[in-house]
């Protein structure tokens, strides 16, 4: 219980920093969203912060993404390793491979859609 | 002719595409060089469900206590109501090279 009130004061004082802060999601797009769902919200801040909370809950599942890409893709080259020389400088590429299993992680079923334009 | 339905449809969705352009910013930090189409509008459609829906919970919560408007624990007890954590939002919003997605320009009305 106490470490409940020390998170939620430890958040109204992370709110007070966000006076002046720039999220890579634009507020403006946010703050329409939030609109046309019924928040309406005079405080900037709150909205930093819920732009915030999207930015790191889609880092994270780009992260976890990102881990299974690489292992894809480091069991790929071993296996083709013998008939090329030296390894190439990697890209790292996001598919619906990859996607797929990290969106798993977090309930989200994504499907292949059959028909894509 | 094709130019111009992609002109049209600009137009509707002008937030989507700085949604678009903003998860792309995202898995470029994460490490990511490119990303196909399909995952790109998958994440897109995500965030954009994401927004919807607190703003749909947070206000629930806010007018369950009789408020008008929306404080700050009513976005967390959202956020927690979708099983989101924001454990780690602190270091995250403080991390480094972070990049910002710029607001579009406002375009100006050409001149006939």
């Given amino acids: 219980m106490e470490s409940d009130n020390g998170a939620g004061h430890a958040l109204s004082d992370f709110l007070m920093q966000l006076e002046n802060y720039n999220s890579s999601i634009p507020e403006f797009v946010v703050a329409y969203y939030l609109n046309a769902s ?3 919200s005079q405080d900037q801040r709150l909205i930093r912060l819920i732009a915030l909370a999207a930015q790191k809950y889609l880092s994270d599942i780009a992260n976890d993404a990102l881990q299974h890409c690489k292992m894809r893709t480091n069991s790929q080259v071993t296996q083709s390793s013998k008939n090329q ?3 190439k ?8 491979d990859d996607l797929v299993p990290a969106l798993q992680e977090y309930g989200i079923t994504a499907k292949k859609p059959h028909y894509f334009v | 002719m094709s130019e111009n339905v992609e ?7 002008a937030r989507r595409r700085v949604l678009n352009l903003a998860v792309s910013t995202v898995l470029l930090e ?11 509008e998958t994440l897109t459609e ?3 469900c994401f927004f919807t829906e607190i703003g749909n919970s947070a206000r629930g ?9 929306p404080v700050l624990n009513d976005i967390v007890m959202g956020l927690m109501n979708m099983g989101i954590s924001i454990q780690g939002i602190e270091q995250y919003a403080a991390r ?17």
Avoid: W
């Fill in chain 2, 61 to 69: 919560f806010c007018e369950l206590s009789g408020r008008v408007e």
């Fill in chain 2, 96 to 112: 480094p090279n972070r990049h910002v997605v710029q607001p579009p320009q406002q375009a100006t009305a050409p001149r006939t």
């Fill in chain 1, 38 to 40: 019924g928040f309406e």
């Fill in chain 2, 7 to 13: 002109k049209v449809e600009c137009g509707i969705d």
């Fill in chain 1, 85 to 87: 020389k030296g390894p």
């Fill in chain 2, 46 to 48: 995500i965030l954009q």
């Fill in chain 2, 30 to 40: 994460t490490g990511f060089d490119s990303a196909d189409k399909m995952s790109l």
């Fill in chain 1, 89 to 96: 400088e990697k890209k790292y590429v996001m598919t619906m």
